[in-house]
């Protein structure tokens, strides 16, 4: 059973455009969303996280939105570049720290 | 910080060889994962150890997969026989207790022809 629910499956966002990737869950014991990235032949790496206490949160051209009620949360890529091009994936923590992943989001940002 | 490192980064291997795949966690992390990674079903978890014991290894597929953890610096992930179907990027990840997430190795991607 998938804990974590992830769309698109792909993605394609011309330059400076804005992406989006979404993220549903049913667990409310979960307690840290995080967002990875990854690039062909290497692993995923830690991108941007929230906790559950916060709707919203920045970093750069990265943004994570959470919804707690209904326990959603998405990630937003602004002004998006070709560099950006990887797959995202969201991932949920629970309380014995282990991490739950989605299925992951290929994003290609076309010049 | 090298990271966390695997090895090899590439193998090719005929089906019914023995595979062994190798992962050295970052030091000071306690808990470490062995997730696969295919096309049709993303990342799997395949079992992980916390402390060096094995705490969860319902994701292994079969008894063909075996994991193991002499001691914390050090793990293996074996396969035998190995078929077709476990072609995979195999990804080794390390944490420690309050750590904001993992680290993973760059992986091993793995042909059995």
């Known amino acids: 059973q998938q804990q974590v629910k992830q769309s698109p499956q792909s993605l394609i966002v011309q330059k400076g455009g804005i992406s989006i990737i979404n993220c549903a869950y049913e667990?409310?014991?979960?307690?840290?969303f995080p967002w990875y990235q990854q690039f062909p032949g290497k692993g995923p790496a830690l991108l941007i996280a929230i906790r559950p206490d916060v709707s919203e949160k920045k970093e750069g051209r990265f943004t994570i939105s959470f919804n707690k009620s209904a326990k959603q949360f998405s990630l937003h890529i602004m002004d998006s570049q070709p560099g950006d091009s990887a797959t995202y994936f969201c991932a949920a923590r629970d309380t014995g720290n282990q991490f739950y992943f989605g299925t992951g989001t290929s994003l290609t940002v076309i010049p | 910080d090298a990271g966390v490192i695997q090895s090899p980064r590439h193998e090719v291997t005929e089906m019914g060889q023995e595979v062994t795949l190798r992962c050295k966690p970052i030091s000071g992390h306690n808990s470490l994962f062995w997730y696969r990674q295919t096309m049709m079903r993303g990342l799997e978890l395949l079992i992980y150890?916390?402390?060096?014991?094995?705490?969860?290894d319902s994701g292994m597929p079969e008894d063909r997969f075996s994991a193991k953890m002499p001691n914390a610096s050090f793990s293996t992930l074996k396969i035998q026989p190995s078929e077709p179907r476990d072609s995979a990027v195999y990804f080794c990840?390390?944490?420690?207790?309050?750590?904001?997430?993992?680290?993973f190795g760059s992986g091993t991607r793995l042909t059995v022809v």
């Open positions: 667990n409310t014991a979960f307690d840290y």
């Open positions: 150890f916390n402390n060096n014991v094995p705490i969860d």
């Open positions: 990840a390390s944490t420690h207790s309050g750590a904001v997430g993992y680290t």
